[in-house]
């Protein structure tokens, strides 16, 4: 497949929690490829987050990445030590978080903050950190940066805080930007702002990003390819026009089914029944099952695998015909 | 700016707390049973000895012509006379003061050097080895009586093991032939300034225990208030997004975090600081170090109503100025924090 630069196979994550272990990601696999975006969409708990931070190595305890391969340009970060992790992160894979009110150190002025990153990555003075970190606000669209780096985080708007993460996180050059609800905490119109920024500053860079999110709307708007993730699960994955227009599982149904739309007012939305499972007890077969309208035997008794249901569209349910699955079904 | 506008309200509160404990001080020494004028005059005085002294002393005119009086002094700087040795207190306090400002600060020094680093690292590596220790070390520190620690210390480096003196502020051959010129009265300053490196030594080895003494309960609660802010700020957003941007263990532990952990730290600092100053009263007369609770001590004994009056306001003076100092200090650290 076409240059791919990160490459995750069967991650499995779990959580020893005083109340069970607790299964937050089951057997996830999917593909990043280079300068593309990539969605993950989910409802909260389904797994999204922590599919990011093991990307990073930064699950934080009491979870651990129990099996699988996170390959990063052919390199399982897996398998690298702390050390080694620690030159890829903020150097090679970033992040930018949910809320920048609460990521942005409040004690530290924006410069203190952004030019000590650049100074621990790169080999540069004072002057040249303060250069570059001046260049990355005005990058993020940021004005008068040089008043900026003198400015406290509580001094600024939510989307300039957020802006100020952006260029923090890619003031070092890094190929990949985990973006985990990067708008949520944002008013709509700034929401939009920093989407268009995002994607402005991957076609620029040829960045890859992974954007993980709860609106679907976010990822219709801004990715290439999007998998849809349900309890831990990967039930659907493809090209976000594919999985939108043509959604395949039953769970992407109902999802898409649930956006509230233009002459539907007046009417209820269509709900899912049920719950989200916590994790805690593990669902035999398919996580879906419990909800599905379409359940059928097989769903209860073993897990379905990812079969191909088009050009690079694949989903994992037994509604579709099985035995298609070489290529992709291994990992989507 | 407003900084200055804030230092100077909080200077002009800090003259109300100063004349409210000078009356207090000033109404408990007439109120209590006991003759000044008796006291200056000596033993075995005759009765017109005694009328004399009170004429002397002011004590025949009306209360508040005395206290007017003793206002008046205390604004040339004169803090009056010890009716027991008749020395003006103020050069008496020259010499004390010092002492245990030196025992105070080396303790304090102690506290951060100690306390803040164990704090740190207990809170990072929770429920760790050296988490369960510090945490000992601090019960034991807060709880443990001063003066008991005080004799246990010495019966152990001085009794048993000899590695440390028993008490003093420098050992008496050094005041015989190395002798300490005093200059700011700090040992260990004006041993430096005079290039006495005998002397400076051997100052140090004489401070070690009863300022670790002293320190002890501020180390105790050092670590633990470090421990306890430390866990909860290990647990924002912040620390893991500079985890995510690759910074070191180090930088996130003792400059990200550790900013953000010590202001309450520093609070509990400050005031063990001032409780330190009384606190030393206990310290001192265990290890007879000629400072401020030594002279306290015989004062109270004598019930030497001046100096105890002096004392109290030398402590109230720094416990206002300490606290002034720490809101300064918070908002510098804190941008957040605003004076008003």
């Known amino acids: ?332 | 700016m407003r900084r200055w506008e804030y230092v100077i309200r909080r200077l002009a509160l800090a003259v109300l707390v100063l004349v409210s404990v000078s009356v207090i001080t000033f109404l408990i020494a007439r109120v209590v049973p006991s003759d000044p004028a008796a006291a200056w005059v000596g033993p075995r005085p005759t009765p017109e000895q005694i009328a004399q002294a009170r004429r002397e002393l002011g004590l025949d005119k009306p209360l508040y012509v005395q206290y007017l009086r003793y206002v008046r002094a205390l604004l040339r700087g004169d803090l009056g006379v010890s009716v027991k040795t008749h020395q003006p207190i103020l050069r008496d306090l020259k010499t004390y003061l010092p002492a245990t400002m030196e025992l105070v600060l080396f303790g304090m020094l102690m506290a951060i050097t100690i306390g803040i680093p164990l704090g740190v690292l207990s809170g990072a590596k929770r429920n760790g080895l050296l988490d369960h220790s510090s945490r000992l070390v601090a019960i034991a520190g807060v709880s443990m009586p001063t003066f008991w620690l005080g004799l246990l210390l010495q019966l152990l480096f001085f009794g048993k093991l000899g590695w440390l003196p028993l008490g003093g502020r420098v050992d008496r051959s050094i005041s015989l032939y190395n002798p300490v010129q005093q200059i700011t009265g700090f040992y260990l300053v004006d041993t430096v300034l005079t290039g006495n490196w005998v002397a400076l030594k051997d100052s140090l080895v004489h401070l070690i225990l009863p300022a670790f003494t002293l320190a002890t309960y501020a180390i105790g609660l050092t670590i633990r208030m470090t421990r306890s802010t430390m866990i909860e700020v290990l647990e924002e957003k912040y620390i893991v997004a500079a985890r995510a941007a690759g910074l070191p263990e180090r930088t996130i532990l003792f400059r990200l975090a550790l900013k953000n952990a010590i202001i309450p730290t520093l609070t509990v600092l400050g005031l063990s600081f001032v409780y330190s100053l009384t606190g030393a009263i206990l310290v001192e007369v265990i290890f007879s170090w000629p400072g401020l609770g030594t002279y306290v001590t015989n004062a109270i004994l004598n019930v030497d109503f001046p100096v105890i009056m002096a004392v109290t306001l030398v402590v109230t003076v720094f416990y206002v100025f300490i606290n002034l100092f720490l809101d300064l200090l918070q908002a510098a650290l804190d941008p957040r924090v605003t004076l008003g």
């Open chain 1, 1 to 332: 497949m076409a240059d791919v630069l990160v490459c995750v196979e069967n991650l499995h994550v779990r959580f020893r929690t005083y109340a069970g272990v607790v299964h937050a990601v089951n057997g996830v696999s999917f593909d990043i490829r280079r300068g593309e975006t990539f969605g993950l969409v989910g409802e909260t708990g389904c797994g999204k987050s922590v599919t990011g931070l093991s990307l990073l190595r930064l699950v934080p305890p009491p979870g651990e990445i129990a099996a699988g391969r996170i390959l990063f340009n052919g390199e399982d970060l897996l398998a690298k030590s702390e050390a080694e992790m620690q030159r890829i992160r903020g150097r090679r894979i970033a992040m930018v978080f949910q809320d920048p009110a609460a990521t942005l150190n409040p004690v530290f002025s924006v410069g203190e903050q952004i030019m000590g990153i650049i100074r621990h990555h790169q080999a540069v003075g004072r002057d040249g950190a303060r250069r570059r970190a001046m260049e990355m606000l005005e990058a993020v669209g940021l004005p008068e940066p040089e008043r900026l780096l003198r400015a406290y985080p509580h001094e600024l708007s939510g989307g300039m805080q957020q802006r100020v993460m952006i260029a923090m996180a890619l003031s070092s050059g890094a190929e990949l930007l985990i973006a985990d609800e990067p708008t949520t905490a944002l008013d709509v119109t700034i929401q939009a702002q920093i989407l268009a920024l995002l994607v402005e500053l991957q076609r620029s860079r040829r960045l890859s990003i992974l954007l993980i999110t709860h609106n679907l709307g976010v990822v219709a708007e801004t990715c290439e390819r999007v998998g849809v993730l349900y309890a831990g699960h990967l039930v659907e994955v493809g090209r976000t026009p594919d999985v939108f227009q043509a959604m395949k599982h039953p769970y992407t149904q109902a999802l898409l089914a649930a956006i509230p739309r233009p002459g539907s007012h007046g009417q209820p939305l269509p709900a899912i029944p049920g719950t989200v499972p916590s994790g805690l007890e593990r669902i035999p077969g398919c996580a879906f099952h419990p909800r599905c309208p379409f359940v059928m035997d097989v769903c209860r008794a073993e897990k379905p695998p990812l079969v191909s249901v088009g050009e690079e569209h694949t989903v994992a349910c037994y509604l579709y015909p099985q035995g298609d699955c070489h290529l992709h079904g291994a990992r989507a």
